[in-house]
């Protein structure tokens, strides 16, 4: 905000309006410092809502590695660019309370969307406890990106009918919370495994000892929409080796389950005529929704 213009009732500056005050539907504004999602890599794949707020910051936190650095130049190479790894919440909460009470324009900006293994919340919960409102802007999931790359659908009819984000045991997560092998099992589940790729190994011998089938198709996804995007395919029997030898310890996803192969689909209803024949309109309407 310039100063040298007279102040209007909601403190912005006659003729400019307060770009910490953003539009969320007609009629409808949010204030405070959005919590947005970078998108997967691609600075193509950032929203618009994102694109707008990062181009009006003064200063964007992001995170670090994970934010392709292509996006931070295109969209905010005046803004001052703080990385978030390294620092614990007791130094970066000031750091976003006192740019945005000196009244600077910030945004913090997560890798993917910012509701997927971001720990968002807690610093917006710390923020919002210092009077400093936050609100979240989502973002494309890496697992959206890496289904593009594959040519795939994490649903696909009579294939996957559900999705599981997860990722394995290990600092965070104990042996007991890792529920990998039971969404394989299920069959009909599209697992994503996020924060697994120096696990792989780990976690297919699992799967293995408990008993799942070593031909369940698996791709790991290394930097999906990366201009280095790479993308390797196995089985839970083959990808270990395979991804030992791409040498990939990070930054990858990995997608266990029969949707992976794209194939076997049965086609929906919804273009063969179906939704619009019967008499029960509910379940019709209902099937056109969930096959759009
Ligand atoms: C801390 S989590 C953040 C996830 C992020 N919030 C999201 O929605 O994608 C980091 C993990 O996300 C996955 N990831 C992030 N970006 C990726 C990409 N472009 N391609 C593949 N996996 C990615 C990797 O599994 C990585 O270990």
Redesign the pocket.
């Known amino acids: 905000m310039t100063g040298s213009q007279p102040v209007v009732d909601d403190g912005t500056t006659a003729g400019e309006r307060d770009p910490r005050v953003h539009e969320k539907t007609a009629g409808e504004e949010q204030e405070g410092i959005p919590f947005i999602?970078a998108g997967?890599?691609d600075p193509g794949l950032l929203t618009v809502k994102g694109r707008e707020l990062v181009e009006e910051a003064d200063l964007v936190v992001h995170a670090g590695s994970?934010v392709n650095s292509e996006l931070l130049e295109e969209f905010c190479a005046d803004a001052e660019q703080v990385s978030s790894i390294g620092k614990d919440l007791e130094e970066l909460i000031p750091l976003m309370r006192d740019a945005y009470e000196a009244d600077r324009t910030v945004v913090r900006l997560?890798?993917?969307?910012?509701a997927?293994?971001?720990a968002a919340l807690e610093q917006m919960d710390a923020l919002e406890h210092e009077g400093v409102p936050t609100y979240f802007v989502p973002?494309v999931?890496?697992a959206f990106?890496?289904s593009a790359t594959l040519r795939t659908q994490l649903t696909l009819n009579e294939v996957a009918n559900h999705v599981a984000f997860t990722r394995p045991q290990g600092k965070t997560l104990s042996e007991d919370e890792d529920h990998i092998s039971e969404f394989v099992a299920m069959g009909d589940v599209t697992t994503c495994v996020?924060?697994?790729?120096h696990a792989v190994r780990d976690t297919m011998d699992r799967l293995l000892d408990d008993g799942r089938d070593p031909e369940t198709p698996v791709a790991v996804?290394?930097?999906?929409?990366?201009p280095d995007e790479d993308v390797i395919e196995g089985t839970v029997g083959t990808i270990a080796d395979k991804v030992e030898d791409a040498g990939y310890r990070?930054?990858?996803?990995v997608v266990i389950g029969e949707a992976v192969s794209g194939s076997g689909y049965e086609r929906s209803y919804l273009y063969d005529g179906w939704a619009n024949r019967g008499s029960d309109g509910e379940d019709a309407a209902e099937q056109t929704e969930a096959d759009d």
């Open positions: 999602g997967p890599g994970l997560h890798s993917g969307d910012p997927i293994y971001g973002g999931t890496s990106a890496a996020y924060l697994g790729t996804v290394y930097h999906a929409s990366w990070a930054s990858a996803l």
